[in-house]
């Protein structure tokens, strides 16, 4: 089922910096990390911050949490054939609409293999993504026959308040009414990332630098921006690497990735690196030998990204 829910409300200029730290996507310095090196989590038994909309089954990996500050969290998360929240099929044997959800938090979310359907709404396929700031609204009924690979980033704990759905709801999700909206950054409600064109990345010249990208998403109150990016076989960098005030995030889902930061940093699929202070504009010690493709954050002007297609 293909759906365009990616076209959002507008949120409100926020008015203050304090605002915004509540909810900012906090990224901690981690890596590499391999997610076959992190222990499974299946219950509340193994790690804190399980959710009872979990079911057995459930296992999750976490690649970083900011522990008893603000329990920002980056994990993936597998939900096995069949999951189904077991709250929402008793909800809807009185109310067959369903209900919406909606978290204080804000979150991030990529699925990577499967289908996830949120009722019979709509259902987001590898690769999908959303991101809702908090207070967003959308369906409680959220399930995967065949089971899901979901790559999450949470800005805090993950709390559930519950609305009924209107039955005359036309399937754009917005805001709940009556709180305080503090990011000035768009939601994405729900993208199929394979409509977006693969676009040349260019550098500081406007040359190629033989990274091709699909644009997500920008956090326009900490200046992060989310984008998909591939390498061919054998791509290298060019000239010196450069240090530079920012940030670069990575996980990389198929092939390899050398970064070149005053030492090698090697990454394979699966692998997660994070440095939110700095940026290194990629030399020729940056490279990829069976090609690469990865889903990357960066906080940096040097890069020419492709522009938002949605």
Same mark, same amino acid.
């Given at each position: 089922?293909?759906?365009?829910?990616?076209?959002?409300?507008?949120?409100?200029?926020?008015?203050?910096?304090?605002?915004?730290?509540?909810?900012?996507?906090?990224?901690?310095?981690?890596?590499?990390?391999?997610?076959?090196?992190?222990?499974?989590?299946?219950?509340?038994?193994?790690?804190?911050?399980?959710?009872?909309?979990?079911?057995?089954?459930?296992?999750?990996?976490?690649?970083?949490?900011?522990?008893?500050?603000?329990?920002?969290?980056?994990?993936?998360? /597998?939900?096995?054939?069949?999951?189904?929240?077991?709250?929402?099929?008793?909800?809807? !044997?009185?109310?067959? *609409?369903?209900? %919406?959800?909606?978290?204080?938090?804000?979150?991030? =979310?990529?699925?990577?293999?499967?289908? %996830?359907?949120?009722?019979?709404?709509?259902?987001?396929?590898?690769?999908?993504? %959303?991101?809702?700031?908090? $207070?967003?609204?959308?369906?409680?009924?959220?399930? +995967?026959?065949?089971?899901?690979?979901?790559?999450?980033? /949470?800005?805090?704990?993950?709390?559930?308040? $519950?609305?009924?759905?209107?039955? #005359?709801?036309?399937?754009?999700?917005? =805001? &709940?009414?009556?709180?305080?909206? !503090?990011?000035?950054?768009?939601?994405?409600?729900?993208?199929?990332?394979?409509?977006?064109?693969?676009?040349?990345?260019?550098?500081?010249?406007?040359?190629?630098?033989?990274?091709?990208?699909?644009?997500?998403?920008?956090?326009?109150?900490?200046?992060?921006?989310?984008?998909? &990016?591939?390498?061919?076989?054998?791509?290298?960098?060019?000239?010196? +690497?450069?240090?530079?005030?920012?940030?670069?995030?990575?996980? *990389?889902?198929?092939?390899? =990735?050398?970064?070149?930061?005053?030492?090698? *940093?090697?990454?394979?699929?699966?692998? $997660?690196?994070?440095?939110?202070?700095?940026?290194?504009?990629?030399?020729?010690?940056?490279?990829? /030998?069976?090609?690469?493709? +990865?889903?990357?954050?960066?906080?940096? #002007?040097?890069?020419?990204?492709?522009?938002?297609?949605?």
């Amino acid at each position: 089922m293909k759906h365009d829910n990616h076209q959002t409300e507008q949120i409100p200029l926020v008015e203050t910096l304090e605002a915004r730290r509540t909810v900012a996507m906090k990224h901690l310095r981690v890596g590499p990390v391999h997610l076959d090196d992190i222990p499974k989590e299946t219950s509340a038994a193994d790690g804190r911050l399980w959710q009872d909309t979990w079911p057995d089954g459930t296992q999750r990996r976490v690649y970083t949490r900011d522990e008893g500050n603000t329990d920002a969290s980056t994990f993936m998360l /597998n939900f096995p054939p069949g999951y189904a929240r077991p709250q929402e099929l008793e909800y809807k !044997k009185t109310n067959p *609409v369903g209900r %919406f959800e909606y978290h204080t938090c804000h979150e991030e =979310l990529f699925v990577l293999k499967g289908t %996830f359907k949120f009722d019979d709404w709509y259902e987001m396929r590898d690769f999908g993504y %959303f991101n809702h700031p908090p $207070y967003w609204l959308h369906p409680a009924h959220q399930h +995967a026959p065949e089971g899901v690979d979901l790559f999450i980033t /949470n800005s805090g704990p993950v709390d559930f308040t $519950y609305v009924p759905i209107p039955e #005359d709801w036309d399937q754009r999700e917005l =805001l &709940m009414e009556g709180f305080p909206h !503090k990011s000035r950054s768009r939601p994405v409600a729900a993208l199929e990332i394979a409509d977006l064109p693969w676009e040349p990345v260019l550098d500081p010249d406007g040359g190629r630098t033989g990274i091709e990208g699909k644009h997500l998403w920008d956090d326009l109150d900490d200046g992060w921006t989310t984008w998909l &990016m591939r390498v061919p076989e054998g791509w290298s960098g060019t000239g010196a +690497a450069e240090a530079n005030p920012g940030g670069d995030r990575f996980l *990389v889902i198929e092939g390899d =990735l050398t970064l070149d930061r005053g030492e090698k *940093v090697e990454l394979s699929s699966m692998s $997660y690196f994070c440095d939110p202070d700095q940026f290194v504009y990629p030399g020729a010690g940056t490279g990829s /030998n069976e090609g690469c493709l +990865a889903i990357r954050w960066t906080k940096d #002007d040097t890069l020419g990204l492709p522009v938002l297609r949605f």
